[in-house]
């Protein structure tokens, strides 16, 4: 077996993978065309050809204007794992979702969640992909429609409910995840685990990663690449085990860091992060979860007991309950075992 097809084959848990771009390129154009809303391109190839944050953006925002019902969320959701499932073995993933970004459409929080569990059971019942949905803050919206979020949670309990994130970007490109400490708090009251996005703008630093992991006692921490700029803190974050979800390719758009060894993901993983990998923003990104293990496999040369190692460290960092943990801990190891000898033998040939 090629080390590329190894890659492909690994089981795979993601934990940073926000829905909306799970949808597939056809299908956004498809909902867009039919119900009036513009586009820059009608091309699936050209669509996401973008140099600039700006354009990126239009695309963006006009894919959470094509939602009419809610089985459209449903759809999307279902459609998105068979995607995954085909592409590179996606065994269980998270999902960012923010609910308030439907609101002027007329959806209410129950609407979304509930659209997306439809849609995401189906798929579990199909094919055994686990997940969990985890209701994110808009950083474009103001605290006070953050802390409603947290009551909706605790209003609408679902088991597949499993934390409170982040997504967007405040207007001015500064990450400031302390500007929710109070939606944070309310979460911690409430027994809601949490992520924040932290230390991945050029703007971020070392610092910034391990203030939020403490002053928001973060569960797990999304991006955190900047941690390699202090090595102390990098000990620390070691320390801590602290869970890192990370995602190369959305660093190449947004930071311009080729994805080579010379990467900060790569230096995280040989100071012994606990790293997991994701897309971040899958179909805006040109990206899938298979080429996210591909980049780190082939692009930054790490081989086999690392990838091992990030599929197993995923597993522990996921938010999962502890019977469907157990589960997946003997699964992947059962799949790693099998995979390894396949590619062993295939070098000893
Ligand atoms: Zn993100």
């Known amino acids: 077996m090629e080390y590329r097809d190894y890659l492909r084959l690994v089981p795979k848990i993601e934990l940073h993978c926000h829905i909306v771009s799970t949808i ?4 956004l154009i498809g909902w867009a065309n039919e119900r009036g809303v513009e586009l820059p391109s009608d091309d ?11 354009d990126f953006l239009k695309v963006f925002n006009a894919a959470h204007e094509v939602f009419r019902t809610r089985d459209d969320f449903a759809t999307l959701a279902y459609e998105g794992v068979a995607d995954a499932v085909a592409d590179g073995n996606l065994c269980y993933r998270e999902y960012f979702i923010n609910p308030d970004n439907f609101a002027h ?21 199909e094919w055994g992909v686990g997940f969990g949905i985890i209701p994110a803050i808009n950083r474009g919206f103001d605290l006070d429609t953050a802390l409603a979020l947290v009551e909706s949670i605790a209003a609408n309990p679902r088991p597949e409910v499993v934390g409170l994130g982040q997504d967007d970007l405040r207007a001015d490109a500064h990450e ?4 929710w400490q109070a939606a944070y708090d309310r979460a ?10 932290v230390g991945e703008l050029p703007n971020s630093q070392a610092a910034d990663v391990i203030e939020a992991w403490n002053v928001l006692k973060l569960d797990r921490v999304d991006h955190g690449y ?12 070691r320390d801590r085990r602290i869970p890192f979800t990370c995602t190369p390719r959305s660093t190449k758009f947004l930071s311009g860091w080729p994805l080579d060894e010379k990467h900060p993901i790569a230096d995280m993983l040989r100071a012994g992060l606990t790293v997991t990998l994701a897309t971040d923003d899958q179909v805006f990104f040109r990206t ?8 780190v496999g082939l692009g930054m040369g790490f081989g086999p007991d690392t990838i091992e190692r990030i599929v197993l460290d995923s597993v522990e960092a996921t938010w999962a309950q502890e019977p469907a943990k157990a589960r997946m801990r003997r699964d ?14 295939s070098s000893e040939a």
Request: charged share 30%.
């Open 24 to 27: 597939r390129a056809e299908r």
């Open 44 to 54: 699936p190839d050209t669509l996401f050809d973008y140099d600039n944050i700006v």
């Open 105 to 125: 459409l007329g959806f209410s929080y129950v609407d979304v969640i509930d659209g997306l569990i439809e849609g995401l059971r189906r798929a579990e019942e």
């Open 176 to 179: 400031s995840p302390l500007d």
């Open 188 to 197: 911690h009251e409430l027994g809601i685990r949490v992520s924040a996005h």
């Open 226 to 237: 900047h941690i390699v700029d202090d090595e102390a803190l990098v000990a620390e974050a």
């Open 288 to 295: 899938t979860l298979r080429e996210e293990f591909e980049h």
């Open 332 to 345: 992947f190891r059962r799949q790693l075992l099998s995979l390894r000898t396949a590619l062993v033998s």
